[in-house]
């Protein structure tokens, strides 16, 4: 079955970028969509359709999608930033899929 | 403003069965797809279904296809999941989250999610 590959984790110091990568074959076709959760809460649809950012959204988080990799930057991340990451996007024949997550540690 | 409303979680026994409900609010509920998603104890987002704004085309997560039937009802902006058939396995926390109007996938509203628990 088809599979979206994020990093487990990734750890950055408050004011740096956070980049956090979701790799799957159909991308190139495929638009990538990405949700953050804090802990007890449900998710919040942070970037869709590769790179468009809802309102609300803070504008230093930003996403990008090139061959099979999307990517979610966070631009001078802060602390309340701190969050299970998913990417969100379908295989070939547009079934959806969630990515693993990934757990971003600002400290 | 937008808002969904889940109901209908609990516990079941192994082999038992469950109708979840999901009340909208805020939006036309028939213009949009509507999804169900759920997330098991400590683990990630796991997408489960979807259903179409006329209920024209379903789809179901190999999971659970068999088991789960989505389905919708316009006049009472409703969304349901009916789960048949329960496994150990199907312990999560169950989310409807509404899609876009051309597309299952934007996701941009979310309810606060139904616990269900399945053991003996």
């Known amino acids: 079955s088809y599979e979206l590959t994020q990093p487990p984790s990734v750890s950055v110091s408050p004011g740096q970028t956070a980049r956090i990568t979701c790799s799957g074959d159909?991308?190139?076709?495929?638009?990538a969509y990405w949700f953050q959760q804090k802990s007890g809460q449900a998710p919040v649809l942070v970037i869709y359709?590769?790179?468009k950012r809802p309102s609300g959204i803070p504008e230093r988080f930003s996403g990008s999608s090139s061959g099979t990799m999307a990517t979610l930057t966070i631009s001078g991340a802060q602390v309340e930033d701190e969050a299970d990451y998913y990417c969100f996007s379908a295989d070939s024949s547009g079934n959806p899929v969630f990515g693993g997550g990934t757990k971003l540690t600002v400290l | 403003q937008v808002q969904l409303v889940e109901s209908g979680g609990g516990l079941v026994k192994p082999g038992g069965s469950l109708r979840l409900s999901c009340a909208a609010s805020?939006?036309?509920?028939?213009?949009?797809?509507m999804n169900w998603i759920r997330q098991a104890p400590g683990k990630g987002l796991e997408w489960v279904s979807y259903i179409s704004r006329s209920s024209s085309y379903t789809n179901y997560a190999d999971s659970v296809k068999g088991r789960f039937t989505i389905s919708r009802d316009n006049a009472k902006n409703s969304l349901y999941l009916q789960i048949n058939s329960l496994r150990a396995e199907d312990t999560a926390v169950y989310y409807c989250a509404r899609g876009g109007v051309d597309t299952s996938m934007v996701l941009d509203y979310w309810g606060q999610g139904t616990q269900v628990t399945v053991s003996s």
């Open positions: 805020g939006f036309t509920f028939s213009d949009y797809y």
């Open positions: 159909a991308l190139p076709k495929k638009y």
């Open positions: 359709e590769d790179s």
